[in-house]
């Protein structure tokens, strides 16, 4: 029985969503620093209640996973790349989906006569350390896109000597010159403003007297600006500038989605123009911090005759949207009939929403239900963040008890794994 008990407990923690309220969606893809190279890593939340699991990208290096309402940082782990931790900062209310893009640096593994990351040392014992030398090492440090000379400060921290020095290296004097005096393990810490910090270790066995250069380059630390916009409209216009600067590069996703790197500590406006005949929409943004700020904003709603609305040419219909075993995540194919259907509700009063769950027949029918629950629940909320009123949509999960197909056969099953999307009609007397 108990064992039973420790199973049905598994299946549980393996189907039920995740015990932190979620605040909406984080997408974008993840690429090594020089962007041509998609990479598969792993999303963590650090929030109050401590670090969660978000999810990983995929092959491609996109990613979509549900965010904490509390997140205040971002980590990315990717195996032979530096782990990033990066702030993010909440700019008013989240809702719907917020759109970023990534890059990471490559590990340096351990080696002689070379800086390498700290986590990647392994056991190494010095022969003759105690025997005088005199080994002359330069270190400069650059940008790792640029390859530009950074002023820095840079610690070692001596094995043998069990000491600390520390040094700058500035614009005019961009590379520092160090005697070892003895075979060693060092530690290197170097830190420049604006970019992520780098911990490394280096072995000096080597007793030859030609000087050598280190170059140690730097990741920018990102400050980026992800912007969702409620109730886009096609056509709509929308710039990103600082007072005294020109308009910034905004990456455009969709209407409704933009995002752009920006510089710490200052003051940016974000302008909405419905259409290019209206008055722009200004929203300021005092002091914009370093990391990831995510910024919701909304567009009123347009008031127009109900003839031209009808004009409009907006239409949706009835769906079945499918989902994998044991997975409620939305499906990245989905939105864009979930974006017609928002805007088809909104302008269209007397329709709502019938939204149906359904899951296959394997494993436990009552956790069956619950992720036929969380299915209809992830859509919903997207269509919500779209604007779409709650009230509009009548939302239930049913688990395995009315397949489409039989249980029969795994193509059957995925069939069966399915939210119904239907447009009813709402009762008058609810008006």
Not at 55 to 82: A, R, W, Y
Not at 92 to 98: I, L, R
Not at 180 to 189: L, M, P
Request: net charge positive.
């Amino acid at each position: 029985m108990k064992t039973r008990l420790y199973i049905i407990l598994l299946l549980f923690q393996a189907t039920a969503a995740p015990l932190y309220a979620q605040c909406g969606y984080l997408a974008g893809k993840i690429t090594d620093i020089s962007g041509a190279s998609p990479l598969v890593a792993s999303l963590s939340a650090k929030t109050e209640q401590g670090k969660l699991r978000l999810g990983k990208s995929d092959s491609l290096g996109v990613f979509n996973v549900e965010m904490p309402c509390h997140i205040v940082e971002l980590t990315i782990e990717c195996p032979q790349f530096q782990t990033q931790h990066i702030p993010v900062n909440i700019d008013g209310k989240t809702e719907g989906t917020f759109f970023i893009s990534l890059a990471m640096m490559p590990l340096g593994k351990q080696t002689s006569d070379e800086p390498y990351a700290q986590s990647e040392q392994k056991h190494f014992e010095l022969k003759d350390s105690l025997k005088a030398v005199s080994i002359v090492r330069r270190i400069e440090v650059r940008d790792a896109l640029s390859d530009q000379r950074l002023p820095a400060e840079i610690c070692l921290y001596y094995t043998q000597k069990q000491k600390k020095d520390c040094f700058s290296l500035t614009t005019d004097r961009p590379r520092a010159e160090i005697v070892f005096t003895e075979k060693d393990i060092v530690a290197i810490e170097v830190k420049s403003g604006g970019y992520q910090a780098y911990n490394g270790n280096l072995i000096l066995d080597k007793t030859d007297q030609e000087p050598r250069t280190y170059i140690i380059k730097l990741n920018r630390q990102r400050t980026i600006l992800s912007v969702n916009i409620l109730q886009a409209r096609q056509g709509m216009l929308c710039r990103l500038w600082s007072d005294g600067q020109s308009d910034i590069a905004l990456n455009r996703v969709n209407d409704s989605h933009y995002f752009a790197d920006l510089v710490p500590g200052r003051s940016y406006k974000f302008g909405i123009a419905p259409a290019s005949s209206q008055q722009e929409l200004v929203t300021a943004m005092a002091s914009v911090k370093e990391g990831i700020t995510l910024k919701t904003l909304r567009v009123a709603e347009r008031r127009e005759p109900v003839e031209t609305l009808a004009a409009s040419g907006i239409t949706a219909s009835n769906k079945t949207l499918y989902f994998p075993r044991s997975d409620y995540k939305l499906p990245l194919q989905s939105r864009t009939y979930l974006d017609s259907v928002a805007m088809y509700i909104l302008e269209n009063k007397n329709k709502g929403l019938r939204i149906t769950g359904h899951t296959d027949n394997v494993g436990n029918p009552g956790l069956n239900i619950t992720l036929s629950e969380y299915r209809v629940r992830v859509i919903s909320r997207y269509l919500i963040g779209k604007g779409v009123p709650e009230g509009v949509i009548a939302a239930v999960g049913v688990g395995s008890k009315f397949p489409a197909r039989p249980n029969d056969s795994e193509e059957n099953r995925r069939m069966n794994r399915r939210v119904e999307v239907q447009i009813i009609d709402l009762d008058p007397k609810n008006n």
